[in-house]
C-alpha cells in the first residue's frame, strides 16, 4: 500500500506571500499552513511528481553549542535526488498514521517530527525545541513539492548515534567547517545553514556561546 502524506495547496503559499530560501516570520505562514482545513493527505510516489501540492516536512537540526550535527545520505535512502548529499538536518513527511496520535495540527507536527527522529537516530541528551524558520525552494524538482519547518532542537550533551542505515558518516560539524563544505551539501541545508547564522534568528545568541 502507498504510503500517504500530508500536504497542502502550492496556491496557499502564493496567497500568503511566497518566498525563495527561508522565512523568519513562521506565524504568518504556520498558523495557516498547520490549520486541518487546508490539509489533505495524498500518496507519496503521485505527490513526488505533482507541482500543485507542497508535502509539509519536518527539518530538525540537532545543535549542540556552536556545532550541528550533520550526516550523508547513503545509497539506502528513500529520496534517490539526495543520495550522496551531506545534510544538517533531519525529520520527513507527516503520514496519515500521525494523525490519531494528536488532537491539534501543531501537535500533529510536533509529534510527526519526534517519530521521524526517533527513527532516524538515537538521542541520549535532554534537549530543548524551537521551530525558528521555514524553508521554501523552488530552484529544484525536489523542493517544488516539498516545504519545510525548520526545527532546532538544542541539545545539552552532543550523545547522538544513527538508528537509520541511510545515515552515514556523521558527526557533530561547527558552523566554520560546514560552510568550507556548502558545495557537498543538500540545497535545503544550504538555506537551513544561512537561516540558523542569521542573527535574527531565535536562539542564535545561546548558538553562539
Known sequence: MNEKVLAFKTELLKEIGHFQGYTLDVGKYLNIILDSKHHLYLERNSAERNYQYKQLISYVALRYKKS????????????????????????????????????????????????????????????REQIVALINDDST?????????????????????????????????????????????????????????DPLTPLYSECAD
Open 141 to 197: 524538482n525536489v523542493g517544488k513539492v516539498h516545504f519545510g519547518i525548520l526545527q532546532v532542537w538544542d541539545l545539552e550533551e552532543a550523545k547522538v548515534t544513527k538508528i537509520e542505515k541511510e545515515i552515514i558518516e556523521t558527526g557533530f560539524y561547527s558552523f566554520q567547517t560546514l560552510k568550507g563544505l556548502i558545495s557537498e551539501l543538500e540545497s535545503w541545508s544550504v538555506i537551513a545553514l544561512h537561516a540558523l547564522d
Open 68 to 127: 550541528l550535527f550533520s550526516y550523508v545520505r547513503g545509497k539506502a535512502g528513500s529520496e534517490k535526488r539526495l543520495v550522496g548529499r551531506r545534510s544538517i538536518a533531519l525529520g520527513g513527511h507527516i503520514d496519515q498514521a500521525d494523525k490519531r496520535l494528536s488532537s491539534s495540527s501543531k501537535d500533529l507536527y510536533l509529534l510527526a517530527a519526534r517519530r521521524e527522529l526517533s527513527e532516524e537516530v538515537k538521542i541520549e541528551s535532554s534537549y
